[in-house]
C-alpha cells in the first residue's frame, strides 16, 4: 500500500512510519520541522527512516502544498500532523493551533473528498473530553474540552465526520490518551521528568499532582493505528488507552526508582487546561478494532530512560 503520514518527524509520526514500512508498505512522510520544539530532535527521529528506499520524505507545510497532488495514488492517510501542547495554546498562540489542527484538517478532508482513499485516520486526543462527568470516559460521553487545544482538536474530529457523513471520505478518529515512550516530545510530563534526572534539575508539578492520566506506551498507540487500516468503522472515534492510569505522583516515584536518584519537586499551580483526570473505557477498540494495549508503565517507563540518556549522548538532550 501506499500510505501518507503527516507529521512523520514527530513523536507519533516517526514511529508509526517505521511500523507501516516494517509492514512493507511504501511511505510518504510530510513534516515541516514546526518550532514547537528541537528541529535536531526530529531529524534524529527519522535518521534511519530516511535510509529506507521505500521512505519518501518531503519537508514541506502542509498549509503551503498542493494536497490534491500530494494524495494523489494513496491509500491510506495516518494524520498527526498537529500543534499538539495543551497548556500552551492560550492567547496569542490559539491562531498556530488554529491553522495547524483546524485549517490543514479540513484541507485534506476537502482533497481527500475527491478521491478513492480506503481510510483516513485522524490522530485525535483524550482533551475532547476535558470536564465530562464520566469516569472512564467512553465514545458517548459528553464533551467539555477544558483547553484551546482540545477544542481545536475536537473541532477537527467533527470536520472528519461531517466528510464522511456528506462526501464519504472514510475517516477513522483515534482519541489517543497521553502517549508516552522513546521519542517522546520534550514538553511532556516523563520526557520533562527523566531529563531532570540526567541533569540533576528540578521538576515542577502542576497542582498537587494527585490527577491521574491513562498513559499509553507508543508501540501500542501504533497497533491500534494498524489495526485501523482493516477494522476502524469509518464514520467513528475510539479511544485508545493505555490501561496504566497512575496519578503523576506515582510516576515520579517509578522515575526515582528506575532512574536511582531522588528529584527535587516544587509544587505549583494548576495550569489552565489541564485535566484532573483521564481514565479511556478501551471496550470499543477491543471489540472493533482488536486493540490490546500490551506495555505497562515499568516497561515503557524503562524504555524511556534508555533514549533518553542516548539522546544525552548525543548531545540531543533539550530543554
Ligand atoms: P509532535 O509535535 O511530535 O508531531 C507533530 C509533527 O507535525 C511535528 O513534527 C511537526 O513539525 C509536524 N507539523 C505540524 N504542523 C505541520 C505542517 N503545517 N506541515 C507539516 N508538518 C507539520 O506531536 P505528537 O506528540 O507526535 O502528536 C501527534 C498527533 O497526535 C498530534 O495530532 C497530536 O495532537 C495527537 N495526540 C498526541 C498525544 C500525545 O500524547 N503525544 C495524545 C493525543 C493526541
Ligand atoms: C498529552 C499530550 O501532550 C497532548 O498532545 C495530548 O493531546 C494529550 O496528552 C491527550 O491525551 O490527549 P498531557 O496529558 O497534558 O497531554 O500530557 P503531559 O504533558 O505528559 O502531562 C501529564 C500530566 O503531568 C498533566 O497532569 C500535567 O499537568 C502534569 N505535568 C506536566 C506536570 O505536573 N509538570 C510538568 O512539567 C509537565
Not at 474530529?157 to 472514510?170: A, D, G
Not at 511532556?188 to 490527577?211: C, P, S, V
Amino acid at each position: 500500500m501506499r500510505i501518507l503520514v503527516t507529521g512523520a518527524a514527530g513523536f507519533i509520526g516517526s514511529h508509526l512510519s517505521e511500523k507501516l514500512i516494517e509492514l512493507g508498505h511504501d511511505v510518504i512522510g510530510v513534516d515541516c520541522f514546526t518550532d514547537y520544539y528541537s528541529k535536531d530532535i526530529k531529524r534524529n527521529n527519522i535518521a534511519s527512516l530516511i535510509k529506507n528506499e521505500r521512505f519518501q520524505f518531503i519537508e514541506a507545510d502542509l498549509l503551503k502544498l498542493d494536497l490534491r497532488k500530494l494524495i494523489s495514488g494513496i491509500d491510506y492517510i495516518y494524520h498527526q500532523a498537529a500543534q499538539a501542547g495543551v497548556r500552551p495554546s492560550w492567547g496569542k498562540s490559539f491562531e498556530v493551533y488554529n491553522r495547524l489542527n483546524i485549517l490543514i484538517t479540513q484541507r485534506l478532508l476537502e482533497a481527500a473528498a475527491k478521491t478513492n482513499i480506503k481510510r483516513l485516520i485522524f490522530a485525535s486526543s483524550s482533551s475532547v473530553y476535558g470536564d465530562t462527568p464520566d469516569i472512564p470516559m467512553t465514545e458517548h460521553s459528553l464533551l467539555y474540552p477544558l483547553s484551546p487545544y482540545g477544542v481545536t482538536k475536537l473541532a477537527a474530529e467533527q470536520l472528519c465526520y461531517l466528510y464522511w457523513k456528506n462526501f464519504q471520505v472514510p475517516v477513522v478518529s483515534l482519541r489517543y490518551f497521553t502517549v508516552y515512550g522513546p521519542r517522546q516530545r520534550p514538553d511532556m510530563a516523563f520526557n520533562r521528568f527523566i531529563r531532570a534526572t540526567i541533569l540533576g534539575e528540578k521538576i515542577e508539578i502542576y497542582g498537587d499532582g494527585e490527577q491521574t492520566r491513562d498513559f499509553t506506551y507508543i508501540a501500542d498507540a501504533v497497533s491500534a493505528n494498524m489495526l485501523c487500516m482493516e477494522n476502524g468503522s469509518p464514520g467513528n472515534v475510539y479511544n485508545i488507552g493505555g490501561g496504566s492510569r497512575i496519578t503523576v505522583n506515582k510516576v515520579i516515584e517509578k522515575i526515582e526508582n528506575i532512574s536511582g536518584s531522588k528529584l527535587e519537586v516544587s509544587y505549583q499551580e494548576v495550569q489552565k487546561g489541564d485535566m484532573r483526570h483521564t481514565y479511556a473505557d478501551i471496550s470499543k477498540a477491543k471489540d472493533e478494532l482488536g486493540y490490546a494495549p500490551s506495555i505497562g508503565i515499568d516497561e515503557g517507563l524503562a524504555n524511556e530512560v534508555n533514549w533518553l540518556n542516548e539522546i544525552n549522548k548525543k548531545g540531543l538532550l533539550c530543554r
